[in-house]
């Protein structure tokens, strides 16, 4: 059954009028039978006209469902007689960062993977969905799980874009969502190598480590893990967790281990070595670490496993590489830092890269003198108290020697100071003594101070690797502590409020998906020109709303529109070159997924992305 349209003159004027029609079978063939004449539909003008040429297509039940990709002009126009006096604007929404967000998670192809590995049960809300919510609150707006629940989801268009009703989405629903996600780490971790592997064209054959620390609000008593020990963050006051963290040389967050608070980082080596050896295989790789990890029987354990490394080395090394430091002849791998390879007799097969870096030498002869200069002054004051007599007690006296020392650790090398007690003659009392403080300079240790200032040792054994090479892949490990701080300060990691173990370790879990979507976002942006800050993408994709417009019409009845609002010129122009075109009305995403999905393959074997 449809419509048809008719066009007749009468008394030399031309009109319309509408029939239904619809099609039998007969004995000839099939034939079209009139209905019924519907005529020009009075009360309805042509300004007024509602669509009726879908009219046809509705009634045939092969109505045309818009694509929500395509721009609402080309769809043919609709309309109606509007009150433009009553007209309002509802239910403002925040949309464009968990759009993104989204487009992040289904592009790692993680809401597929929880949804078969989570098993479906009782729950209203999937709990691969409370997953989602967690890391895109996390990513775009990190805050604790009371705060998601009351304030954040309720202000998002999530429940538009996952189907997810806010009112539903509670704090207690979601500590169970992080309850239901940890058993799935292991996993998660399998799922994003396949990921990395088939984007990117990842491999395995170096990785980045490094050690950092979390602290706690509150005691902790809950959890075991939780201990005082070295603080990165600068709180000694607290207890803490130290996460190891694993890491493609291109920053990809590849997996990660929490250890005890107190433990100190060259014992976590062996451990995280055997971790990854147990995912990835015992193929043979290179491991990047830095001079904390180092020791003996950590190089010793990697060679007998096969494993390559270039790690740094303790400042006390130099010293037997004097010579080198004092040749003129120092090739510089890029402006400003000058290396060299050099081989020593006993070296089991290793290589060693001297570096140096005028602009580091600066740095550390600036705060060396700083540092004299502070020993110094406080020396001088102990000096003027046990002159005066008002400092008579010797232990006291070393005690202060031993603070500014601790204060001053990098001028306390160059000092020696000793305390005597000698007779006071300007006492007459008996047994009343006056201290001494005796300060040498070591003239020598300062000559090797300046002289190794800017310079540090890699160790390896890689063998056929320039000098430039090696500085080179050392230097990825500013991936890692890139790492560390989007983790924490932008996705906010620290401080922990949680009390349990499970419930730290799911914490920590749901910020390593959301580094692992940020560093996505960061690579997506650098492939196509965009820079490498996804902050300020997010702080544009902020201003996207989406709203409910409401039309009150003649008829009485009220049409109300959920659309997106218009991004800005220079975010439409940004969108449009990453491939991600905002909807007309926020129902799927899956469309702009599968966009991007195309895109990113096609830039993939192009070799443009190569991360």
């Not at 009343?432 to 200032?453: F, I, T, Y």
Request: aromatic share 8%; hydrophobic share 35%.
């Amino acid at each position: 059954m449809f419509l048809r349209r008719h066009h007749g003159k009468k008394n030399g004027e031309t009109y319309q009028y509408w029939t239904l029609v619809e099609s039998v079978r007969t004995s000839r063939g099939p034939r079209q039978r009139t209905v019924a004449t519907l005529g020009k539909l009075p009360g309805l003008d042509n300004e007024a006209r509602l669509g009726w040429e879908h009219i046809a297509g509705i009634l045939d039940g092969k109505a045309r469902q818009r694509d929500f990709l395509e721009p609402a002009q080309s769809d043919p126009p609709q309309w109606a007689t509007v009150d433009l006096g009553a007209m309002r604007v509802e239910r403002l929404r925040r949309f464009g960062e968990v759009y993104l967000g989204l487009a992040l998670w289904r592009r790692l192809d993680l809401d597929r993977f929880l949804n078969e590995a989570m098993e479906p049960g009782r729950e209203q809300i999937p709990w691969s969905t409370m997953a989602c919510i967690l890391t895109l609150a996390r990513f775009c707006a990190p805050s604790s799980e009371l705060q998601i629940a009351e304030f954040w989801v309720g202000k998002t268009a999530l429940d538009d874009l996952l189907g997810a009703a806010a009112a539903k989405v509670n704090d207690d629903r979601l500590y169970r969502g992080l309850d239901a996600l940890l058993p799935q780490r292991d996993k998660l971790f399998a799922h994003l190598q396949k990921t990395y592997g088939e984007l990117f064209g990842t491999t395995y054959d170096l990785l980045l480590y490094d050690v950092t620390s979390t602290y706690f609000e509150g005691q902790g008593a809950g959890n075991p893990q939780a201990k005082r020990g070295t603080s990165r963050d600068h709180r000694p006051d607290c207890v803490q967790v130290c996460i190891a963290l694993v890491v493609t040389p291109e920053g990809l967050p590849l997996a990660y281990e929490v250890f005890d608070g107190n433990r100190t980082d060259v014992t976590t080596v062996e451990q995280i070595v055997e971790v990854m050896q147990t995912k990835y295989g015992q193929a043979r790789r290179t491991w990047v670490m830095d001079r904390g990890m180092v020791s003996e029987q950590n190089l010793q354990m990697l060679r007998a496993c096969g494993a390559s490394y270039l790690v740094g080395t303790p400042k006390s090394m130099l010293k037997k590489f004097e010579h080198h430091l004092l040749e003129q002849a120092w090739p510089e791998a890029i402006s400003g830092v000058q290396v060299k390879l050099c081989a020593v007799p006993d070296g089991v097969g290793e290589t060693f890269v001297l570096c140096r870096s005028p602009l580091r030498r600066e740095k550390e002869r600036a705060i060396r003198e700083r540092q004299i200069k502070g020993l110094t002054q406080g020396l001088e004051k102990l000096n003027a108290s046990a002159q005066s007599g008002r400092l008579c007690d010797r232990g006291k006296a070393e005690r202060r020697v031993g603070r500014l020392f601790q204060t001053y650790s990098r001028a306390a090398g160059l000092f020696e100071v000793k305390i005597e007690q000698r007779a006071d003659p300007e006492r007459k009392s008996k047994g009343k003594r006056r201290l001494s403080v005796l300060v040498r300079r070591h003239e020598q240790r300062g000559q090797w101070a300046e002289l190794a200032d800017g310079c540090y040792l890699l160790r390896t054994n890689l063998q056929g690797r320039s000098a430039t090479e090696l500085w080179q892949t050392y230097i990825g490990l500013t991936q890692v502590e890139d790492s560390f701080r989007i983790t924490k300060h932008d996705l906010g990691l620290r401080p922990i409020y949680h009390h349990k173990q499970d419930r730290t370790q799911a914490h920590i879990l749901v910020c390593f998906l959301a580094l692992v979507m940020w560093r996505t976002l960061q690579h997506w942006m650098q492939t196509w020109g965009l820079g490498t800050a996804p902050r300020k993408l997010l702080e544009e994709m902020a201003e996207v709303r989406s709203l409910d417009v409401v039309l009150p019409t003649r008829t009485g009845r009220e049409i109300r529109l959920r659309t997106v609002s218009r991004p800005e010129k220079h975010l439409a122009i940004l969108l449009q070159r990453l491939g991600l075109p905002l909807p007309n009305r926020p129902k799927r995403i899956q469309n702009v997924v599968q966009t991007f999905t195309r895109k990113m393959q096609i830039y993939s074997k192009m070799g443009t992305s190569k991360l």
